[in-house]
């Protein structure tokens, strides 16, 4: 069965961490690219991190640049996205993606993602 598994979120503090990481199987992570991607209640997708399946190159979003690192272990099928310094606003459901067909630079456009995991919730809160 093709699939991604999302895993890793729960209720923190400000200024905690967490580390998601996202599954794949049924298929290989390394030949594609994967985004995160997070929905807050009320509003829509915002693509948080992606890293290419070219050179490994990534791009964030202004609001967690310096804090998230997005990573993938092609060896274990699984990518990951460390977050640090989190914040309210960090709250969301967080999902992860793959497009199946990527430019060779990584793109946090919702629309261009094929799969899609269930999510995982965050929350940051004292």
């Known amino acids: 069965q093709v699939q991604l598994v999302e895993s890793g979120g729960g209720l923190v503090q400000p200024g905690q961490s967490l580390r998601l990481s996202c599954a794949a199987s049924?298929?290989?992570?390394?030949?594609?690219?994967i985004g995160w991607f997070r929905q807050a209640p009320g509003k829509e997708h915002e693509g948080v991190s992606c890293?290419?399946?070219?050179?490994?190159?990534?791009d964030y979003a202004d609001s967690v640049k310096g804090r998230f690192t997005i990573s993938r272990d092609n060896a274990k099928n699984t990518v990951y996205l460390q977050m640090n310094s989190l914040k309210p606003e960090d709250t969301a459901v967080y999902y992860c993606?793959?497009?199946?067909?990527?430019?060779?630079?990584?793109?946090?456009?919702?629309?261009?993602?094929?799969?899609w995991g269930q999510g995982t919730q965050v929350t940051v809160s004292s």
């Open positions: 993606a793959v497009d199946w067909s990527p430019d060779y630079y990584c793109s946090r456009y919702p629309g261009l993602y094929d799969l």
């Open positions: 049924g298929f290989t992570l390394g030949y594609d690219a």
């Open positions: 890293i290419s399946n070219s050179d490994g190159s990534t």
